[in-house]
């Protein structure tokens, strides 16, 4: 809704990191920090879920994911792709906040993936295959789609800039939903994924 109704953003353009700039950008800093804060907390949970089958990766990728998001909130993006209006595609001078800002960014848009083909390997073990093949299909699907969003803003593929925000949003919507219904799942009856397959 925010990037919606921000005068000159155009959401299917623009990275959702950009609504952090301006007098507004602490809506979404603090969208970030808050996130990043549950991301975690569930991560905690799910650790303590799968504690009895001695389950770490997936936990922790959940919890470094949080973590990423919360110094995404604290260290504000660069200027990119045009945003705000004159900024160049790439930005031509980089600061140690906007370093730091894509570097934190990278245990949710690499490391949520990773997640998905953890719990594939996981659920694949207790013979869930539904589970199974529904997160790797998320984890390979935010891979391609958050390379597609890198590429736009590669040389030779200008046409594509205009395109980054999609691209991204479909990144984050597809991992939120497979680590929301995860969430649900768990909560619905924690034990079936630590005994399911034994029998």
């Known amino acids: ?10 959401p299917l353009r623009y990275p959702i990191s950009s609504l952090s700039l301006g007098n507004a950008g602490w809506m979404q800093i603090t969208t970030f920090i808050i996130t990043g804060l549950l991301a975690l907390a569930f991560a905690i949970g799910l650790r303590r879920a799968l504690r009895p089958s001695g389950s770490v990766w997936g936990p922790a990728l959940v919890g470094l994911a949080g973590i990423g998001l919360i110094g995404a909130g ?6 990119l792709n045009g945003y705000p ?6 930005p031509t ?12 960014g990278i245990p949710f848009f690499l490391g949520l993936p990773i997640t998905g083909f953890v719990f594939a390997q996981r659920f694949t073990r207790r013979s869930q295959r539904g589970w199974a093949a529904y997160s790797a299909i998320s984890g390979f699907a ?3 789609v958050f390379v597609f969003a890198r590429l736009s803003l590669r040389p030779g593929f200008e046409e594509m800039a205009g395109l980054f925000g999609l691209f991204q949003r479909i990144t984050v919507t597809i991992g939120w939903a497979w680590l929301t219904l995860l969430a649900v799942y768990m909560l619905k009856d924690p034990s079936d994924i630590q005994t399911k397959g034994r029998k």
Do not use: K, S
């Open 1 to 10: 809704m925010e990037g919606a109704t921000r005068v000159n953003y155009d």
């Open 74 to 79: 604290i260290f504000v993006t660069d200027p």
């Open 85 to 90: 209006p004159g900024t160049p595609l790439i």
């Open 93 to 104: 001078g980089r600061t140690a906040h906007g370093i730091l800002h894509d570097l934190f």
């Open 142 to 144: 935010m891979f391609t």
